[in-house]
Each structure stands twice: as C-alpha cells, then as structure tokens.
C-alpha cells in the first residue's frame, strides 16, 4: 500500500489550504479502518491531527483542530481531504497521512497503530 499527500504550500495566517491523501495498492471499503492526518515540526514530535474512521465515518479531531479542520473520505475511492481554515502560523509543519486497519476508538490518536503512511507535505503558514 502506498500513500500520497499532497495539496501544502505556503499561506498567509487566517489562510486556508486543502490537503490530499490518495491510497493505492490496497483495498478497505469493507474493512475497519481509519484514515488519520499527523504532523510534525524540527521542535516536536508528530502529532496526531484529525481521522476518521470507517465504516461509519466518525471523525476525530484534536483540540487545537476543532472548529478549524475538517477532515473528509471516500473509502471507496481510497482519497482523504482536510479542509484547513483560520490557519495559523503554529500549523506550519509536515503533514502525513495514515492509515491504520483495525483500530480502536481508543487508538485513533495512537501514530504507533498505524500500518501505512505517506511522504508528507509541508503547510507553512507566514506572512
């Protein structure tokens, strides 16, 4: 299985950008399983963003995200999106999808759960 990101760049604080993750190489549509966004800086450790969780499609989000994310799938296509908005200067990082099989509510912000992960794509957020 092989993830792709993509959609970062650069964007003016209180911006908005739009991120892409595409899968190939493996089928979910039928089984349990999430689609996460992490990120990470040179100063933290990655961090777990938004995901959301098939079949039924419950979404996750953490706190600093909530209101300003909006993470979104087709399972059956194997895409995932997430709409950032209000962005600020501490969202500039590298984001990477993810997907895990399997995972329990309780796993979902869990980056070591995960079987498959993309490149990354840098989000920098400066004026």
């Known amino acids: 299985v092989q993830l792709q990101a993509f959609g970062g760049g650069l964007v003016q604080p209180g911006g908005s950008l739009r991120l892409s993750c595409a899968a190939s190489g493996g089928t979910f549509s039928r089984d349990t399983h999430s689609w996460a966004w992490f990120r990470q800086t040179p100063e933290k450790e990655r961090e777990f963003v938004a995901a959301i969780r098939w079949p039924g499609g419950s979404t996750f989000y953490a706190d600093s995200m909530k209101g300003r994310f909006t993470i979104s799938g087709d399972k059956y296509k194997n895409n995932m999106y997430m709409q950032m908005n209000s962005l600020k200067p501490e969202d500039t990082a590298v984001y990477y999808c993810?997907?895990?099989?399997?995972?329990?509510?309780?796993?979902?912000?869990?980056?070591?759960?995960?079987?498959?992960w993309g490149q990354g794509t840098l989000v920098t957020v400066s004026s």
């Open positions: 993810a997907i895990g099989r399997r995972l329990i509510v309780s796993s979902i912000r869990d980056q070591e759960r995960y079987e498959f």
